[in-house]
Every structure is written in structure tokens, then in C-alpha cells.
């Protein structure tokens, strides 16, 4: 970890090459193709750029600005992966009869 100007230690949330390697998946056709199939738009790759120049800014010059910023557009990413709603409710406990052996259907003896 690196200490910045003020004396806290702080580190990016990912090495700058995974942000590179996001930018770049971002930009592949197979990805592109996937993206339109799926949502039916092209997706927006900026942000994946904007952080790894974000991150390397932070790693030469320790830039306070670009560490806010990388800072922001994580929480913001995680923000968005938790608005979405579980397909199906979650259980709290197993079922009483997790353990027991399952029965067979008759047909496949």
C-alpha cells in the first residue's frame, strides 16, 4: 500500500492491468456482438478507459484527483451490480429433508 500526501495508505481497488484488461474485453467484437444480442444497444466502454488513466495516474504521480475518482467509479459500479432484484427468494435455513435420498420416478427403474 502507498501512503498518499496526507499520510493515509491507500491502494487501488484493482491492479491498473485489470482495468486494461476490462477496457479491452470491453472492445472485442465477441463481447460487442454479445452485448447487442442480450440488451440491444452497443456497450459503453469510457469508463473502463477513464479508470485505468485514473489508476495510472494514481500509481506515477499519486494524483489525489484521479484517487477520488477511481474512487467514486467503483462504489458507483458496485452501486449498480446490487440494484438488481434476486431471481428467486433465498432461503434463510435448508429444507427438514436435505439429507434424505431423493426418489427416483418409477419410469427410469
Known amino acids: ?3 498518499t500526501a496526507d499520510g493515509v495508505l491507500w491502494r487501488p481497488p484493482r491492479s491498473c492491468m485489470d482495468y486494461w484488461n476490462e477496457f479491452k ?12 444480442y442480450a440488451h440491444g444497444t452497443s456497450p459503453s466502454c469510457q469508463q473502463w478507459k477513464e ?5 495510472t495516474a494514481w500509481e506515477k504521480c499519486k494524483d489525489l ?5 477511481l474512487q467514486s467509479s ?4 458496485l452501486a449498480e ?8 427468494e433465498l432461503r434463510k435455513v ?3 429433508d436435505w439429507n434424505m ?5 418409477e419410469d427410469l427403474n
Open 1 to 3: 500500500m502507498e501512503k
Open 25 to 36: 474485453h470491453c472492445t472485442s467484437w465477441r463481447h460487442r456482438f454479445h452485448h447487442y
Open 51 to 55: 479508470d485505468y488513466n485514473m489508476c
Open 65 to 69: 484527483g484521479a484517487k477520488a475518482a
Open 74 to 77: 467503483e462504489r458507483s459500479r
Open 81 to 88: 451490480q446490487k440494484k438488481f432484484t434476486p431471481v428467486w
Open 94 to 96: 435448508p429444507p427438514r
Open 101 to 105: 435420498p431423493l426418489r427416483i420416478p
